[in-house]
């Protein structure tokens, strides 16, 4: 099961937006709405802030939007904030009880 | 709050074995939770290596760890683990276990992961 693919790096100012995106095929992100998003910052764990292509976890800010079109999937910050600054990855169920992630995207606040 | 601590890390020889937990608290291994063990390698990305069902009833794993590694849980401990057989130098990562919001839909908890380093 080979990796998503995601830009390896994005950038916006303070304020900005920026969007990530994340390629699949129709075996996995095209064929499933259980595609997931986490925000990993250096030496922790991954923190899920996105599932289910656009739902939010309790807590997280609706600055953080996710949606989906056939076998590519989007993460959308908006109004960066420094804080925002880390690596994200996006997820997906793959069918036949894998799962796949993508290949992560560093985000720098300018 | 919901907590998952992984213990069991440590530097191995390749060819040798090794066993993670994962202890959970402040939650049951129940419907619909599905668990999972991820793996990161150093400077990597996230690598998905194991599932096990709510009810410990079905396993499944990727492919580059199938037949040396193995998923499984007690409930009277409320602890999962990871056995890890025939360890390899490519097996170098952090492990870390998450829980399932029900099955391959989403990790919405996750451990803080224990480094294991398989080295010469």
């Known amino acids: 099961q080979s990796a998503l693919t995601q830009p390896p790096a994005a950038s916006g100012s303070p304020g900005q937006s920026v969007t990530i995106s994340c390629t699949g095929t129709?075996?996995?992100?095209?064929?499933?709405?259980?595609v997931s998003w986490f925000q990993q910052n250096p030496g922790k764990a991954p923190k899920l802030i996105i599932y289910?292509?656009?739902k939010r976890p309790s807590g997280v800010p609706d600055r953080f939007s996710g949606s989906k079109s056939g076998n590519t999937a989007s993460l959308t910050v908006s109004g960066l904030q420094a804080d925002d600054e880390s690596d994200y990855y996006c997820?997906?169920?793959?069918?036949?009880?894998?799962?796949?992630f993508g290949t992560g995207t560093k985000v720098t606040v300018l | 709050q919901v907590q998952l601590v992984e213990s069991g890390g440590g530097v191995v020889q390749p060819g040798r074995s090794l066993r993670l937990s994962c202890a959970a608290s402040?939650?049951?291994?129940?419907?619909?939770?599905?668990m999972h063990w991820v793996r990161q390698a150093p400077g990597k990305g996230l690598e998905w290596m194991a599932v096990?069902?709510?009810?410990?009833?079905?396993?499944y794993y990727a492919d580059s760890v199938k037949g040396r590694f193995t998923i499984s849980t007690d409930k009277s401990k409320n602890t999962l683990y990871l056995q890890m057989n025939n360890l390899r130098v490519e097996d170098t990562a952090v492990y870390y276990c998450?829980?399932?919001?029900?099955?391959?839909?989403?990790?919405?908890?996750w451990g803080q992961g224990t480094m294991v380093t398989v080295s010469s």
């Open positions: 998450a829980r399932d919001l029900g099955y391959f839909d989403a990790f919405d908890v």
């Open positions: 402040r939650f049951t291994f129940s419907s619909p939770h599905a």
């Open positions: 096990i069902s709510y009810d410990g009833a079905n396993e």
């Open positions: 129709s075996s996995d992100v095209g064929g499933h709405n259980y």
């Open positions: 289910e292509v656009s």
């Open positions: 997820g997906s169920y793959a069918g036949s009880h894998n799962f796949v």
